[in-house]
């Protein structure tokens, strides 16, 4: 199984937002609605962002949100903050019954 | 609010056997709402998922990874395990155990570093 493409680095000054995309195939992305995405603080454990595509767990605030255009996914981050400066991974259920990671996306708060 | 820790030696020399153990507090592992999973991270790099492990002892492992990786679980113990036979330098890595909802991650323990050197 091939990882997901997301782009290497985005950046953002406080305030504005910034999308994330995360590109599959019809076997993973585009085949199911099971799209999550985390956040990673260097040193530290992923934190889960968002589930089946679009659901915020509790806790995390309405300026993370997710959607789905055929095989891409994408994170949206609203009003940016200094501490949303992280690496961000999508991943997606597959065909196969199997779990594949997107590449990673560092964020960069200017 | 269910907790993961991951436990074993930090260092395996290469050519050997990679033993990881997962130890769940706070919920039973019997739980049909979940399965468990591992995920490793090289450092400086992006995340890899391993494989996973239902209560029933289905796994599923990542194709890449299948024929050296086995996962086991121990409901008597809570606990679930991961083996990584043949490891060499590649495999070093923080070594990540999840809890998984609606079949993808969703809880992590904090990660373990192993190192493959001799």
């Known amino acids: 199984q091939s990882a997901l493409t997301q782009p290497p680095s985005v950046s953002g000054s406080p305030g504005q937002s910034v999308t994330i995309s995360c590109t599959g195939t019809?076997?993973?992305?585009?085949?199911?609605?099971?799209v999550s995405w985390y956040q990673q603080p260097p040193g530290t454990a992923p934190k889960l962002l968002i589930y089946?595509?679009?659901y915020r767990p509790s806790g995390v605030p309405d300026r993370f949100s997710g959607s789905k255009t055929g095989n891409t996914a994408s994170l949206t981050i609203s009003g940016l903050q200094a501490e949303d400066e992280a690496d961000y991974y999508c991943?997606?259920?597959?065909?196969?019954?199997?779990?594949?990671f997107g590449g990673g996306t560092k964020l960069t708060v200017l | 609010q269910m907790q993961l820790q991951e436990s074993g030696p930090g260092l395996v020399k290469p050519s050997g056997t990679l033993s990881l153990t997962c130890t769940v507090s706070?919920?039973?592992?019997?739980?049909?709402?979940?399965?468990w999973g591992w995920i490793r991270q090289p450092p400086g790099k992006g995340l890899e998922w391993v494989g996973g492990?239902?209560?029933?002892?289905?796994?599923y492992y990542n194709p890449s990874l299948e024929s050296r990786v086995t996962i086991s679980i121990d409901t008597s113990k809570n606990q679930f395990s991961l083996k990584v036979n043949s490891v060499a330098a590649a495999d070093t890595a923080v070594y990540y155990c999840?809890?998984?909802?609606?079949?993808?991650?969703?809880?992590w323990g904090q990660g373990t570093l192993v190192t493959v050197s001799s």
């Open positions: 991943s997606s259920y597959t065909i196969i019954s199997t779990v594949v």
């Open positions: 999840a809890r998984h909802a609606r079949l993808l991650p969703d809880q």
């Open positions: 019809t076997s993973d992305v585009g085949g199911f609605d099971r």
């Open positions: 706070g919920g039973s592992i019997r739980s049909s709402t979940y399965y």
């Open positions: 492990i239902y209560s029933t002892g289905a796994t």
């Open positions: 089946e595509v679009s």
